[in-house]
């Protein structure tokens, strides 16, 4: 029994030192007799003692002598001289903050050590002495919490922690292989508790959300969204408290229940508690309708004004003379919160109007004080303080939105919600409202580029603190929104963003971050992948498009600590959740390390976080549902990969890189700078790369026929000298390059293309072709005798058939004009100007690519991006004049599209125009330059299409997606893959083509989302373009067996060994042996030949004709007309040309919502 009696009960018994025998300094025969008593002896205090507490269970006054032990006290002498060799910690004996017992054994000597909790007895002990901490710390990094060592045995095995209570949750058991992906998809799907809530006006709101009926909700809830908005008002009105993540709840020697700190070597009795976050992440799958849930808690809100924080007081008005009851009523009832909407709205539905009240209540604007910041520097002299800022109440909601989704966000709330007050701010709109007209709104939605101008603001008063010179930083809000706000999460303590810093000045209620994805390695998985996910086997979901592989999900060490410490980024710096949000100089308390706390051993170092916290944590901060919840209210995803077998002319090229490496490769000696796979050369082979690439699509536009003859002479020369001794392999390789670069040297298809830039184009029936020249004059090659004769067969490209569409437009319907043309001559004559001017316009640049060994080239960056497709000239006959309303002649009619020189651009076209009526279709490309060559094609089928460029300016982009969603006259929508936004929602489109397989799943994954959301009614097909033979076939394997950690570090497909090691070896792809088929028959052929002459072909549109166009009430406010881009062509959008488009208004408009308001950029309602 312990020596401290009754008292033992306020101290923790918590661990054992061991001293040896040499360092006691104690005599032998004294040591022998404490030995032979067998008996633990206590530390006697000789001092003074503590007056008695006033809570009687926790004096600290010890007896000397108790009835209720046995164990004797050391003597004086003996125990002065023990004291001594513990060192420090004999001062935390003397100072009360422990007490010990030692048992004598042969050589050693346990010392029990007790501890005195840090929250007992706080008024007499001072526990403030920094010299005390850092030896109590010292102290209790060395204790051995073993039981066997506190029952005196000196050879116990040191035990660092100490036990955890049972049931408490900290028992880390297997928690090791748990992932942090597989804890994101295990938390509890929301369940909010509107019972609970003890404001009566909060739990009517509650239930509104939860049954759905919000009044000015035109839109019914799914189950999901109602449950995720009521819990996020739950979040923000009663947040939960919890236990100090830091703390583990442990037991002492005695089955005392205490809290630990291991870390900062904190002791507790009590347990610490902080108030949960008011806000969070709002991380619902992609396509659930995050937006609408968002909007749905603000018009459930809209009523409520915020409530000044507690700390801060809303001074009481003090007036010059007696008010008016109504005035002294309004201020009342402002400053307790008091929601007058919700009454005054109830009397209008029955007649009664209230205008004096309202004018009352608008007249008296609660306001609260709030300290302007310490000064930075503290002054010899001391200075007056800066007055307070005051900071009004109001009832809006600030929502941050990227700019390529401001027009959405104005959408969804023009679709779900009437009679909501907005006000929406862009670049190059309106200035910010004063703070009295600000505070009035419901809804401020700011683009997030606009927002972070607010920067520029930012102003350091007299004391040295930034302060924002805004009306913003005058307002209260009820909560901020941040729209994929996972950005946030990418800034640091030390290297804040703008938008942080700027959202620093800005008071509100709550805040959330919106987002699927709340960093790159949290993805949504199905419950049946949760076992393969807690232990990093094999994942297998929909989120990891094209039947990922079994390690596509597993997060490695280095992935997950990315992972958290973006979210402890979120947590701290934006959400100011406790304790990661301390003060430093925060009295009683101390900031916390995420990156001590929350990461494990495996992530860190210093890192001492456990399962349970890390659980709990994320739990606290992030509201979505299980994917097997909602999984089913989303539409069904097909995916497949399409392989094909390339054409002759895709052989060719792809043939020609590869004939390029392994020429570089052999002459090189793989070693020297002139090698492509040096590290010097890294820039040159991204461009390498990056045209190989290209070349699955169309590669004919590389390499000229100087190019390829130098390389080939070269090779030949370097064979032929035997300077350098090659291996037979590598000779071998090398004749089989030379006799492929010879091969396409002689291809007149091949050098047609690289002339023209073009992809090469075959047309059967083609008009006029009977008459003499009219086939060679439309040819971008010379006709060989008898070829194509039976079927008038021409080649010919997609610029040459948009002029001659154009040029016969005005007689479509006339074939009497049309036979006059052909026999004149002008339609001959046509064709070569229409041919020369184009040519001109493909010359190539003089820039030439690197030339390295072997005199190998990387081939330049295709054609470049000016238009060749002939423009209006200002003397061109209107439409109207020439239109041909009656049927077009035989001579156009039998006019057909039978193939092109790409086997990618073949199949496309045939599944556009197959699936064109019954579907919408988003083409993913990555180049360019293959937008321009498939438009062009759909140009010249009159198939309607967008291309949303990444050159595109933002309200453009939000118009083409508007456009694409509303309007059925455009089917088809180009979208470069870098532009599939988080968030962007493109729900009519049903069909997807990917033109090159993407290694990453998760940009996959992105992409597919954008057409995967909650109201898209039909199953969404997904197709992987993949063309045999090609690195991109290794890709598609590749990716199957790659970790999350491999997938987020390839930047490129050369940051993968595997890949790299192919594209270092290159295989040629198999010819037909000879010269080649004739020209025909190296084309791939089209499924159905498609016809050329209909009604709208040649057609010379305005480039914003049947464009859905935002007023001041539908569109995105506050952003200037673009003139930057057009629908078609690309080169249009790349040449920044707009023409007409820039003057012309169309007079076309959207049905708007009603009951809706929005500001336009005058500021006028």
Known sequence: MSHLGPAVSRYIAAGTVLLSREDSRLPG???????????????????????????????????????????????????????????????????????????????????????????????????????????????????????????????????????????????????????????????????????QLADSFDRDYSYSLLTSKIPGLTTTLYPYQRRSAALMFQRETQPTQTLDPRLSLVTDHHNVAWYYDPASCTALRHPRFYDGVRGGILAEEMGAGKTLICLALVLATRHQPAYAPDIYKIPVPVRPKIAFLADMAASAGSRESVPWGAYFDDSLTGGRHYKNCLAAIEGNPVYYLLPRPKPRREHRRPRSALPATKVFLSRATLALVPANLLQQWRDEIAKHTSGLSVLVLAIGGREIPDTTALAKYELVIFSIPRFERLHEQRVANENGAWTLDSPLAQVHFKRIIVDEGHRLGN????????????????????????????????????????????????????????????????????????????????????????????????????????????????????????????????????????????????????????????????????????????????????????????????????????????????????????DITKACDTAEEFLAAKKIPVSEEDERLLRDAVAVGRLASANKLKHAAKTHGEIPVYVENFPGAEFDQVSQSWCIMDQTEGHGQMNHLVCTDAPILLALQRFVRPWMSSPESLDIVFRSGTFAQRGELEKAKIQETATPTTTKSATLAGNTKLGDSGPPKKSSRPKPSPDAAPDCAGDASGEVAECLEGARLVSTASAKLSYLLDAIVENQQAEKILVFYESENVAYWLAGCLENLQVRHLIYAKSLAAQRRAQYVATFNESPTFRVMLMDLTQAAFGLDMRSASRIYFINPVLNPQVEAQAIGRVRRISQNKAVTVETLVLRGTLEEVVVERRKDMTQAEHQKCKSLLDDKPLLEWFRNPKLIPLPDGDGPDDPAQMAPLKTPLPLFGHGAGKLSHPDEDLVVRDGRGGAQGEPATTAATKRPLSAVLEGGGGAAAKDKVAKRPREAKGVRFVDPAGDE
């Open 491 to 706: 800034s640091r303590i030390g290297n804040k963003s703008n938008m942080l810093q700027i959202l620093e000045h800005i008071q509100a209620s709550a805040r959330w971050i919106v987002t699927g994805t709340p960093s790159t390695g949290l993805f949504g998985i199905d419950d049946g992948d949760l076992e393969a996910a807690s232990d990093g086997t094999s994942v297998s979901s929909d989120s990891l498009p094209v039947k990922p592989g079994k390690k596509a999900a597993q997060s490695s060490v280095q992935l997950e600590r990315k992972d958290l410490e973006r979210i402890g980024s979120i947590a701290s710096l934006y959400l100011k959740a406790r304790p990661w949000a301390n003060s430093s100089t925060e009295d009683g308390d101390s900031r916390a390390e995420w990156s001590v706390y929350m990461m494990q051993k495996k992530h860190n170092g210093r890192g001492q976080g456990c399962y349970s916290v890390l659980k709990s944590t994320l739990e606290s901060l992030i509201v979505r549902h299980r994917k097997s919840e909602i999984g089913d209210l989303l539409p069904e995803v097909v995916e497949r990969v399409v392989y094909l077998d390339g054409s002759y002319q895709d052989k060719l090229a792809l043939n020609l890189f590869s004939m390029m490496v392994i020429s570089n490769a052999v002459q090189s000696q793989r070693t020297d700078q002139d090698f492509f796979f040096h590290p010097r050369q890294r820039k040159s082979l991204l461009q390498l790369l990056a045209n190989v690439k290209q070349a699955t699509f169309f590669g004919g536009a590389f390499l000229d026929k100087s």
């Open 29 to 195: 025969d004294r040591w022998v007799t404490l030995q032979q008593s067998s008996r633990w002896h206590g530390f006697a205090r000789h001092d003074r003692p503590l007056p008695e507490s006033p809570s009687r269970t926790l004096a600290p006054h010890i007896e000397l002598k108790s009835p209720e032990t046995d164990a004797p006290l050391l003597p004086e002498e003996t125990q002065t001289t023990l004291l001594k060799a513990l060192g420090p910690a004999s001062k935390l004996f003397k100072h009360h903050w422990v007490e010990l017992e030692i048992y004598f054994c042969q050589d050693a000597a346990v010392v029990r050590v007790y501890l005195l909790p840090e929250d007992v007895d706080r008024r007499l002990v001072n526990r403030s002495n920094s010299a005390f901490k850092k030896i109590w710390s010292t102290l209790l990094q060395r204790l051995n919490f073993s039981p066997s060592a506190w029952q005196g045995d000196p050879s116990a095995v040191h035990t660092s922690q100490p036990p955890p209570q049972e049931g408490s949750g900290d028992d880390e058991t297997g928690a090791e292989s748990v992932s942090l992906l597989h804890l994101f998809n295990t938390i509890p799907s929301p369940n909010p508790q509107t019972e």
